[in-house]
């Protein structure tokens, strides 16, 4: 503030001088010698109610008049803490806007406002001060980072698009956000770019890089103590969540509460609780203190059989309100997958799981392995699995190949590792409908390694195959079934590895087991590689039952629809997308989750449950410290100047008048009085 | 020598020291002996006819005889020619002494800016304007005090140098006294009065009536006895006679505690209404027994206030 302005803002003590003569004609209010005083009749009432007329309206108009002066005199110096967009040379600035959506943003600040409405009016405060011929881009930072306005000139579409905005439950991306607002600035003429942090930066350090970044809200920065439920998930008798806290401080006195969410249930609770009344809802079963700690763990008790849908929920109160509540994930709606592998072929000399089931639980996903001896001939049986991967099978009886048929018609995925007991196969037995007739065993193959060109959709992992050196394999038909299609060949041609999409399921078909005595195919990483293909289909299928917030959800061609926590869910259409070179275009229908909670989703007469959980990092991680460069570069203002002359100006005009106004009141008030 | 440039007693400064405060606020009535000279020589100067009758040089007329009258004075040759008893009487030119009493309580000493000076001053004008007239008659005159400091009463004399002497206690005269706390100095005042005054006696009360205990109109009036003449002389500033004040105010009495809070346009009606009923009351038991009572602001001619003075005292109406 310079000088001028002190000066200026001093002219406003002058308001005192005002007050002092009201104290003073108050205190002494034309007191004189008059020796027939005694004479005088007492109009005490109407002599102070006069006075105190005058005197305040006055008073306060006066010391008004005087504050508008000194005020006036002030500007246009005066500051106002705004946003705004420093230029250089009055050019045109291009400008992308990171506004961060995650979770972290939902933390209250010490101006008892939340880092989102800080950061969403701090855009507002940017586009206002944006003008003609200025280019902006908005990008959303929580995880994945996504383009929520292309760059453009049409500012008006911006403000609108900052309108829309709403915060999720995501993990914060900055370095995507930054990288994908880099380049949508790239191909704009502007000389002056900008990339404009609107974020708490609670996520790894933004990658140097040009433009580079600017994070203009401090209070954004501010440290939070928090604590949340990242995930809870019931075990038999036991409810497991797991809570992650910012520090131990946040942890101190705070309990896990079991509490009945809802008492009916989709899940096979009720059915397995018997019970013949159902708690009521908001009940609290059981809680357990936290440990003071920071960082995450792993909070256990038991809840016996409700028959209910449940929620835990955290004691106390913290920085983020919204994440101190969690739904119960059902034991039943981790994804299934059965293993049907003979221990005595399958197994290392060690012992222990089959290389099936380690490779399985190698890929750690939501996942429940089930070791099977024999394929189940029942389709509810079935119906447990979303994926079941057989190993050497002695060919399928007709029951059996009836459930899975059905199975796979209702989008089961199913892979069969063929081996030597493809030869063996019984009487009435075949292996449809991985593969048509009968499958031939060769002892000593034409080509034992697998062409990796072929295998290239699998990824890097594909290369591991090289010199596999397998001392026998299945010779898969060459003229396959319909609907099935090649993935993968042997050196010399043979098919190794087919697909066929039966209904909505599909069944793969590969020409190698996992016996280690065949060959090492299953100890190499492209066999991980593959059963995570089968993991993705099959999930893909069956929906994922556990996500996390900000997943997509895609849904084959059948009536869907999704009531999430915070009411019916959009599916909408999305271009074509090919997922493998070979597979072609396939329409998609997807559905992005935002909040974590319990959805209920239904997909044509199946109804499913499915929970979105949190990000811990996102629940504990503090905002990261910004290099002085990027919380306040020379070329963007902080705070912008605000001429308010003309209002002041008129203000003062009305003050004069309303004076003017009220002496006239007065005066003829005073002469009616005197009249009476 | 009177205070010239009276201190400032209208929302003045308050710097001033006590001495000049207590001094009388002559004003514009300064010299005192010049003005009132002046204001004499204004004044019809003469002989003034004595009201008394009876025995003299210079025949009076004739009235009808009344049992119990002095048969030296019954006319013979009216008899004889009317037949009816008549009794001749004479004029006799006789001294009346004129008592002079001035009131110098504090209320006295009020100027208003206004006035040409102090009630005070000019009261003392005016007694000095008659008393040149009286003395000029040959009649004596007498100084008496009604409240005060450092007032010297002066017994009747006549004669050249009583003039000067009036006039230097009149000069010497300091406003004091506070009737409000000591209703009885009026009765202490007027005692003396009443004890000298021979019959026939012209008795002047200068005052500005303010303050007067509830039985002082009784007192004055029972001078009015043995054909002594009351003549009450009001004198007041122009202000307390107008009542000129606007909008809220707060007044002080010079005597005793008084403090008054209100809005001058509505009071005063109230208060004029208030201050003539005062001289009404006075006027109501003066006027029965001879008394006048004259009105008199201190802006007023004194010239025409010594006149009707002199007329109440001859018995016209003021």
């Not at chain 1, 809870?232 to 969540?241: L, T």
């Not at chain 1, 991980?528 to 039952?545: C, E, N, Q, Y």
């Not at chain 2, 005063?268 to 201050?275: K, P, Q, S, W």
């Not at chain 2, 004194?302 to 016209?316: C, H, T």
């Amino acid at each position: 503030m310079s000088f001028v302005v002190v000066a200026a803002l001093a002219v406003g003590l002058l308001v005192a001088i005002p007050l002092a003569a009201h104290y003073l004609r108050r205190g002494r209010a034309r007191s004189q010698e008059f020796p027939p005083a005694a004479l005088v009749p007492k109009r005490p009432p109407i002599a102070r109610r006069m006075n105190r007329l005058e005197d305040r309206f006055l008073l306060l108009v006066r010391l008004l008049m005087v504050a508008a002066l000194a005020l006036l005199g002030a500007i246009p110096l005066v500051r106002c803490s705004r946003l705004s967009l420093g230029r250089e040379a009055g050019a045109s600035v291009a400008f992308a806007l990171v506004v961060d959506d995650s979770l972290s943003m939902r933390a209250t600040t010490d101006t008892g406002k939340s880092r989102w409405v800080l950061a969403q009016a701090g855009a507002r405060q940017l586009l206002r001060s944006a003008r003609e011929g200025d280019a902006v881009a908005i990008i959303l930072a929580g995880r994945p980072a996504r383009l929520a306005l292309a760059a453009t000139t049409d500012l008006d579409a911006a403000r609108r698009a900052v309108e829309e905005l709403r915060i999720s439950d995501r993990a914060t991306d900055l370095a995507g956000a930054v990288q994908l607002a880099r380049s949508s600035l790239r191909q704009l003429p502007h000389v002056d770019k900008r990339v404009v942090l609107l974020s708490d930066l609670a996520d790894t350090a933004a990658p140097d890089g040009d433009p580079p970044s600017w994070a203009p809200l401090a209070k954004l920065r501010q440290p939070m103590a928090n604590c949340g439920v990242v995930q809870a998930e019931q075990r038999g008798r036991r409810v497991d969540a797991t809570v992650a806290c910012s520090s131990a401080g946040s942890a101190r006195k705070r309990r896990l509460e079991v509490v009945v969410d809802s008492p009916q249930t989709d899940s096979t609770n009720a059915r397995a609780a018997h019970l013949d009344e159902a708690p009521e809802a908001g009940r609290v079963l059981t809680s357990e203190s936290l440990a003071v700690r920071s960082g995450t763990q792993t909070v256990g008790v038991e809840v016996g059989t409700p028959g209910a849908d449940l929620s835990v929920r955290l004691t106390g109160t913290d920085a983020i309100a919204h994440d101190d509540v969690a739904p119960v994930a059902p034991e039943d709606s981790a994804l299934g997958i059965a293993a049907v592998v003979d221990r005595t072929a399958a197994s290392v000399l060690t012992g222990g799981m089959t290389t099936v089931e380690q490779a399985l639980l190698a890929l750690q996903g939501a996942a429940t392995v089930r070791p099977l001896t024999l394929l189940p001939d029942d389709l509810r049986e079935l119906r447990a699995y979303a994926a079941i991967v057989l190993d050497d099978p002695p060919g399928l009886p007709a029951e059996a190949r009836a459930a899975l048929s059905e199975w796979l018609e209702r989008g089961g995925v199913a892979l069969a590792l063929l081996g030597p007991r493809v030869q063996a196969v019984q009487l009435g037995s075949t292996l449809e409908p991985f593969a048509s007739g009968a499958v031939r065993w060769q002892q000593q193959p034409e080509s034992d390694s697998i062409d990796l060109t072929s295998l290239s959709w699998l990824g890097s992992e594909a290369t591991s195959l090289a010199d596999l050196g397998a001392r026998g394999r299945a010779e898969l038909p060459g003229a396959p079934m319909a609907d099935t299609r090649v993935l993968a060949r042997w050196g010399d041609g043979n098919p190794w590895l087919l697909e066929r999409t039966v209904g909505r399921g599909v069944a793969l078909t590969a020409g190698l087991p996992a016996s280690v005595e065949l060959s090492d195919f299953a100890l190499r990483p492209a066999f991980v590689a593959l059963l995570d293909h089968v993991m993705s289909l099959a999930t893909a299928r069956a929906g994922p039952l556990r996500s996390v917030a900000g997943s997509v959800w895609s849904f084959p061609a059948v009536e869907a629809s999704i009531q999430g926590p915070d009411g019916a869910l959009e599916i909408r259409e999305t271009g074509t997308e090919a997922q493998r070179p070979d597979e072609g275009d396939t329409a998609r229908r997807i559905a992005t989750v935002e909040l974590a909670g319990r959805y209920r989703v239904k997909l044509g007469e199946v109804s499913q449950v499915r929970i979105v959980t949190l990000d811990p990092q996102e629940v504990s991680r503090q905002p990261s410290k910004l290099d002085a460069r990027a919380q306040d570069d020379g070329t963007s203002a902080g705070t912008s100047q605000v001429d308010a002359s003309a209002e002041l100006a008129l203000l003062l005009l009305l003050l004069f008048a309303a004076e003017l106004v009220m002496r006239l009141l007065l005066r003829t008030r005073r002469q009616a009085s005197a009249r009476t | 020598m009177p205070s010239r440039g009276g201190p400032a007693r209208w929302g003045g400064a308050e710097r001033v020291n006590a001495e000049i405060r207590q001094a009388l606020d002559w004003g514009l009535l300064a010299p005192l002996h010049l003005t009132a000279r002046t204001v004499a020589d204004g004044v019809y100067a003469g002989v003034h006819r004595s009201p008394k009758r009876g025995a003299g040089i210079e025949f009076g007329g004739h009235r009808n005889y009344v049992p119990g009258d002095d048969l030296r004075w019954l006319d013979r040759h009216a008899l004889m020619r009317h037949t009816r008893l008549l009794v001749r009487e004479f004029e006799t030119e006789t001294d009346r002494t004129l008592r002079l009493v001035l009131d110098a309580t504090r209320s006295m000493s009020f100027r208003s800016p206004e006035a040409p000076g102090a009630k005070l001053a000019y009261a003392a004008v005016v007694a000095a304007a008659l008393a040149r007239i009286a003395l000029a008659s040959g009649d004596p005159v007498a100084l008496d005090w009604l409240g005060g400091r450092d007032c010297r009463a002066l017994p009747g004399t006549a004669g050249r140098e009583a003039f000067d002497r009036i006039v230097g206690a009149l000069q010497d005269a300091t406003p004091g006294g506070d009737l409000t706390s000591d209703p009885a100095v009026v009765e202490r005042s007027l005692l003396p009065v009443a004890r000298h005054a021979r019959r026939g006696s012209i008795v002047v009360l200068l005052s500005d009536l303010l303050d007067l205990p509830r039985a002082a109109p009784e007192r004055l009036a029972a001078l009015a006895t043995h054909r002594r003449t009351v003549v009450a002389v009001r004198v007041l500033d122009p202000v307390e006679a107008t009542f000129p004040f606007e909008g809220p105010v707060r007044l002080r009495s010079s005597e005793g505690s008084v403090l008054v809070e209100t809005d001058g346009a509505a009071a005063r009606e109230g208060y004029l209404a208030a201050l003539e009923g005062i001289a009404a009351e006075l006027e109501d038991t003066l006027v029965p027994r001879g008394g006048k009572v004259v009105r008199a602001v201190t802006t007023d001619d004194p010239v025409a206030v010594v006149r009707s003075i002199l007329a109440a005292a001859g018995g016209e109406a003021a």
